[in-house]
């Protein structure tokens, strides 16, 4: 596959910007914002809590009420992860929240005790009966809390929590994910003082009052390094647009040992792969390690590698469940616990193949790519809710893909 590739706002930054939006009455507009499905459903969860939300193409409005609803209970909330995201904002706004478990991808476990016991501290109490979260304050306080390990979405909901709280709050072990830096940019404009953004320390000043502001959301770092594993593993030459190269860093360097070349600019890099690539092992560890989200794709350049490549997985145990799916297609690969060895093919063969998640149905069209006959990926719905326009850009870097059946 060869060509150019634009790449929008990040998932996992829009739904979260979303939700700060409740945290200021008036209107807040996001720019940039993928058009995937999962940005609708955040638009159901903040209207059934009192917003007005208008979706114009890669513009986002939404307008927050002086008085929000506390109960996010629709049934958007269970269909995406990103949604518990209210939580923090709500307990901040209404200093109570009633909010229905998360749905998403099926990868592993995901509890929510951190964020819990992260608004414990700050002076809420909260437990989970019947499906949702309850969650309450007389008054939220500023803290010192420690995350037992860098999760992306507790610490979302305290820093959200906190912005808001009297005091301050220290998060001790926060992620430092690039979505994070900019939930922090996003919550600074509106007034917030924080100051250790990207950092494992997050200093939060609580203020009083935040203001609705304009932001627009950094691009798709997943999305960009997607398309740079499919240049290396289809022996391809694609440059990205729309990323910067520091959020991919690890990922561009682990592709240039597997043999590609790579070159970067200011928003954009260029992997170009003129042979078979070797074999390369892949850790996956909160940022800045290898994106645990990247994992599929990195399966997938393993089984059509020259040599035998380990990949661990840290995050998600269930993550692996990808790679019955890749052997279904001729893939030398197993799995003994967080670990799969993968001794890589000179081809793969087509077969139909079932995506249980967005990641790993990228990681099987990727595979697809590389695969003798026609692979049929079955169940891409989970596509549509992380990549605008993939298979039209696919077809446009020269794939020969094709949409069929459902939502063609
Ligand atoms: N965890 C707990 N307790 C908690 C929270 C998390 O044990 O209270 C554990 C999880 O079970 C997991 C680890 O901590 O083992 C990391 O989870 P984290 O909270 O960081 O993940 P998340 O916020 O649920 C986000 C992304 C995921 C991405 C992870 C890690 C969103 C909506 N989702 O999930 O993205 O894999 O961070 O980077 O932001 C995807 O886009 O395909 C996706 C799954």
């Known amino acids: 596959m060869v060509g150019e590739v634009d790449v929008v706002g990040a998932k996992n930054s829009v739904l979260k910007l979303m939700a700060a939006a409740l945290l200021a009455e008036g209107t807040t507009t996001i720019t940039n914002c993928p058009e995937i499905l999962d940005v609708p459903l955040m638009a159901e969860v903040l209207r059934s809590l009192g917003c007005s939300v208008e979706i114009d193409g890669t513009t986002v409005h939404i307008t927050t009420p002086s008085e929000v609803e506390h109960r996010a209970t629709s049934s958007a909330m269970g269909k995406l992860r990103a949604s518990v995201c209210v939580l923090g904002p709500l307990v901040a706004r209404c200093r109570r929240a009633v909010v229905t478990l998360p ?19 700050l002076g809420a109490s909260s437990h989970i009966e019947h499906g949702v979260v309850v969650a309450e304050a007389e008054d939220l306080s500023g ?18 929590a906190a912005a808001l709280a009297e005091g301050t709050t220290v ?6 994910e690039p979505e994070i830096v900019d939930l922090c940019v996003m919550l600074q404009q509106m007034g917030a003082k924080i100051e250790g953004s990207g950092t494992s320390t997050l200093t939060v000043y609580g203020v009083p009052k935040l203001e609705a502001v304009q932001h627009r959301v950094i691009g798709d770092r997943i999305v960009g390094a997607t398309w740079a594993f499919a240049a290396a593993t289809t022996c ?34 260029r992997v170009a792969m003129n042979r078979r690539p070797e074999a390369v092992d892949f850790v996956t560890l909160p940022f800045p390690g290898f994106p645990t989200d990247l994992q599929p794709m990195a399966l997938a ?16 145990e269930s ?3 990808f790679i019955e799916e890749l052997v279904r297609m001729g893939a030398d690969a197993r799995t003994d616990g967080h670990h799969a060895v993968v001794r890589g093919q000179q081809h793969l063969s087509s077969a139909p193949v079932w995506a249980t998640d967005i990641r790993a149905g990228v990681g099987l069209v990727l595979a697809g790519l590389c695969a003798d006959g026609v ?30 059946g459902e939502n063609a």
């Open 103 to 121: 749905g998403g991808d099926a990868i592993g476990s995901r509890p929510l005790d951190m964020h819990q016991n992260g608004l414990r501290q």
């Open 143 to 160: 803290a010192q809390i420690w995350l037992d390990f860098p999760s992306v979405g507790a610490t979302e909901n305290i820093l959200m």
């Open 171 to 176: 998060i001790d072990n926060a992620a430092r």
């Open 236 to 269: 391809g030459d694609i440059t990205v647009r729309g990323v910067q190269p520091q959020h991919v860093n690890l990922v561009l360097e682990k592709l240039r040992i597997a043999g590609a070349e790579i070159t970067t600019s200011d928003e954009e890099f």
């Open 301 to 316: 350049l393993s089984a059509v590698a020259d040599g035998t490549s380990m990949i661990t997985e840290n995050l998600f």
């Open 319 to 321: 993550r692996f469940r």
């Open 375 to 404: 692979t049929e990926v079955w169940d891409v719905f989970h596509i549509d809710r992380g990549y605008p326009d993939f298979v039209a850009n696919l077809g446009q870097l020269g794939a020969a893909i094709e949409r069929v």
